[in-house]
C-alpha cells in the first residue's frame, strides 16, 4: 500500500503535468487505510489523464488490492471445490447424519471464508451467497428434503447446474413445453424490454452514486432517500449480475426472477413474500417456515402455527442480516436490524390474520395500500435497519468503493 496524500503531493509539487510519466510515484511509500485509495481516484475523475497515463495508474492501484482480490478469488475456488466434492460424493451417501457429517466442513468453510474479505462491494455479496444462501442450501441437501438441491430432482442435476443452484442467488425451474414461449418475436422483445429496464435502474444507479460528491449540500431526508433507492437498486443489480454465468449454462431451465417491483408491492406480504430478494425468502421456506408451521400445528393449531411460522422466519433472516453485517463491520451488533425484520414479522403476521378475518369482504385499493406498504418499509428501515450502518459509517464506506467503481468504469 501507499500514502495517498503524499503520492498526491508529490504529483501536484514536483511533477504539476497530469501527463508526465508516473513511473517514479507509483511505489509503495507507507502503509495506509485501504479505503483513503478513494482520494487516488478522485483525484483521476478530477484532472485531465491521457489514457496510458490513466491505464498505469488504474493498474497500479489493481496490483496493490491484489491481496483482496487474490482472497477473493481463492474463495470462490474452494467454493466450487467443495460443491464438485457435495455433487461427486457426498451425493452418493444417504440423506441423514451421514451425510451431514459429510458435508460439516464445507459449511465451516462457507461460514469462515468470506471474513477474509473487507471490501465492501466484494465481501457483502460473497457472504451472503456463502454464508446464508449456500449453508442454508446445504443444510436441506444434507438431509435430501425438497430443495433446490435435491438428489431426488427430476432430471438430477447436471454438475454445472448444481455448482451455479448452489453458490449463486438464484432458484431455476423446469420449463414445459406448453409454458415456454416460442415466438421468437415475442422472445426478442421481451429480452429487449427487460434489457433496456436493467439499463435504466443501472443509470439510476450511476446517478445516485454520482451525486454523493454533492451530499454535503442535501437534506439529510434526501439522503436517506437516495441510501434506500441505492440499496434497492444495487441489490437488484448486483443479483441480476450474479446470475449471469448461470445463465450462459445450456439446459431445459430458466431462473426465477430475483425482483419483482418491490415498489408496486400492495401489502406488507406481497412486499416480503412475492417480491423482494426471492432468493432469500425462497431458501427461508423449506428451511424455517414450513417445518415450523408444521411442526406446531400439532400443539397450537393452524391459526397460531402460521403466525409463529411467520415471525420466526423473519426473526431468523434478522438474525442471518446481523452476522452478515458483523462481519462485515466487525462492529459489537446492537440489533436493530435484527429488530427490523421482527417487527415486519408480526406485522406481516398480523396482516395474514386480518386478512383471513376478513375473507375477501374488504380490502384497501392498491391505489392506497401501495404508497402505504413502500412508506411503512422505507420509514422503518430508516428508523432500524439503516441506523447502526450509518452510525458506524459503513454507508460512506460502501458509497466510496461505489466511486472508485463508476470513476474508474467512466474513464475507461
Not at 483513503?36 to 493498474?59: A, G, V
Not at 415466438?183 to 436493467?198: D, G
Not at 420509514?379 to 463508476?406: K, P
Request: positive net charge.
Amino acid at each position: 500500500m501507499f500514502d495517498v496524500d503524499r503520492f498526491l503531493l508529490k504529483i501536484e509539487t514536483q511533477n504539476p503535468n497530469p501527463e508526465s510519466d508516473l513511473d517514479g510515484y507509483l511505489t509503495p511509500i507507507d502503509t495506509v487505510n485501504q479505503s483513503r485509495e478513494i482520494k487516488l481516484l478522485i483525484y483521476i475523475d478530477q484532472t485531465n489523464f491521457s489514457t496510458p497515463c490513466l491505464l498505469k495508474t488504474i493498474m497500479w492501484i489493481i496490483m496493490n488490492l491484489d491481496p483482496e482480490i487474490d482472497s477473493f478469488i481463492k474463495i470462490w475456488l474452494t467454493a466450487i471445490t467443495s460443491m464438485i466434492f457435495c455433487h461427486q460424493i457426498a451425493a452418493r451417501i444417504p440423506g441423514g447424519a451421514a451425510r451431514l457429517l459429510s458435508i460439516l466442513p464445507i459449511i465451516y468453510l462457507f461460514t469462515i471464508l468470506p471474513t477474509h474479505l473487507s471490501s465492501v462491494l466484494l465481501g457483502a455479496p460473497t457472504m451472503f451467497y456463502l454464508v446464508w444462501l449456500g449453508n442454508f442450501k446445504l443444510l436441506l441437501f444434507s438431509f435430501d428434503i425438497q430443495g433446490p438441491l435435491s438428489s431426488s430432482s427430476t432430471p438430477p442435476l447436471s454438475l454445472p447446474h448444481f455448482v451455479s443452484i448452489a453458490l449463486l442467488p438464484i432458484e431455476m425451474k423446469e420449463t414445459s413445453s406448453t409454458k415456454q414461449i416460442t415466438n421468437p418475436l415475442l422472445i426478442y422483445s421481451k429480452r429487449k424490454k427487460a434489457a433496456a429496464i436493467f439499463a435504466i435502474k443501472c443509470l439510476i444507479l450511476a446517478a445516485i452514486v454520482s451525486s454523493y460528491k454533492y451530499r454535503d449540500f442535501f437534506h439529510p431526508y434526501v439522503i436517506l432517500v437516495l441510501y434506500i433507492l441505492n440499496v434497492y437498486l444495487g441489490e437488484e443489480i448486483g443479483l441480476a449480475i450474479s446470475a449471469l454465468p448461470a445463465r450462459a449454462i445450456p439446459g431445459l431451465m430458466e431462473i426465477e426472477p430475483q425482483f419483482k417491483d418491490p415498489l408496486l408491492a400492495t401489502s406488507l406480504q406481497d412486499f416480503w413474500g412475492r417480491r423482494w430478494n426471492l432468493p432469500s425468502s425462497g431458501i427461508l421456506r423449506p428451511t424455517v417456515y414450513r417445518p415450523i408451521r408444521r411442526i406446531s400445528e400439532r400443539v397450537l393449531g393452524k391459526s397460531w402455527a402460521l403466525s409463529l411460522a411467520i415471525v420466526a422466519t423473519f426473526a431468523v433472516s434478522g438474525l442471518m442480516h446481523q452476522l452478515l453485517y458483523y462481519f462485515l463491520s466487525r462492529v459489537r451488533p446492537t440489533w436493530e436490524m435484527t429488530w427490523f425484520f421482527v417487527l415486519h414479522g408480526f406485522c406481516v403476521a398480523a396482516e395474514v390474520a386480518a386478512k383471513k378475518a376478513l375473507a375477501g369482504r374488504w380490502r384497501l385499493h392498491r391505489m392506497v395500500s401501495g404508497p402505504l406498504t413502500v412508506a411503512f418499509v422505507a420509514v422503518t428501515a430508516v428508523w432500524l435497519f439503516f441506523s447502526q450502518i450509518i452510525r458506524d459509517g459503513m454507508e460512506r464506506r460502501a458509497i466510496d468503493e461505489y466511486y472508485v467503481s463508476f470513476a474508474a468504469t467512466l474513464k475507461f
